[in-house]
């Protein structure tokens, strides 16, 4: 049986902060805000795959006023997630995400953060496709004050 998920994810840009997509430390003057590593691409996955079992949503799960995720590594909690599919007898077949940010641009990242990822979801490199887009000056992405990430996931239970 085949099931579906899609994940979206928005996060503030400011000064001082890291900017983590796909667990990959992008070079950047703005970064995420958030809680925790505010990884907008590996919370916007974790969504999907939740998404795709019906079990609720990556806040209902990692609470952002719970201190265990204060400035959690986001691929921790993908992998969580992870072990809760394999629990239900999914795994995944293929992701794609669409990360979009004004800059910087992401190409020089992107094969990095899809190994990062396809070790998480446990699938290899060619299943895990990640796009990069800019706002093109339009909007809260376009005028560089935010990264937003769509995502879908197809598990399969085997
Ligand atoms: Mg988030």
């Known amino acids: 049986m ?3 998920g899609i994940g979206h994810d928005t996060h503030r840009l400011a000064e001082g902060r890291p ?3 796909g667990g990959v430390r992008v ?3 703005r970064g995420a805000e958030g809680h925790s590593d ?3 691409l590996a919370h916007a996955l974790t969504d999907a795959v939740l ?8 806040g209902q ?3 952002d006023h719970d201190p265990r995720w204060k400035d959690a590594d986001s691929l921790q909690l993908l992998a969580r997630v992870m072990w809760l599919a394999s629990e239900r007898g999914y795994r995944v077949v293929n992701a794609d ?5 004004e800059r910087p641009r992401l190409r020089p990242y992107v094969e990095e953060m899809r190994g990062r990822l396809a070790e998480v979801l446990g699938v290899g490199v060619d299943c895990v496709s990640v796009k990069a887009k800019s706002g093109e000056g339009l909007d809260a992405v376009g ?14 239970r085997v």
Do not use: K, N
């Not at 998404?51 to 990556?58: Q, S, V």
């Not at 995400?97 to 940010?101: E, F, K, L, N």
């Not at 005028?143 to 399969?156: C, F, I």
């Open 97 to 101: 995400a669409t990360v979009m940010i």
């Open 2 to 4: 085949y099931r579906i």
């Open 61 to 63: 799960h990692f609470p």
């Open 19 to 21: 900017l983590v997509l």
């Open 51 to 58: 998404g795709a079992m019906c079990e609720g949503d990556i």
């Open 38 to 40: 505010a990884d907008a």
């Open 143 to 156: 005028e560089w004050r935010a990264v937003t990430v769509q995502a879908v996931v197809l598990l399969v």
């Open 27 to 29: 070079e950047s003057e």
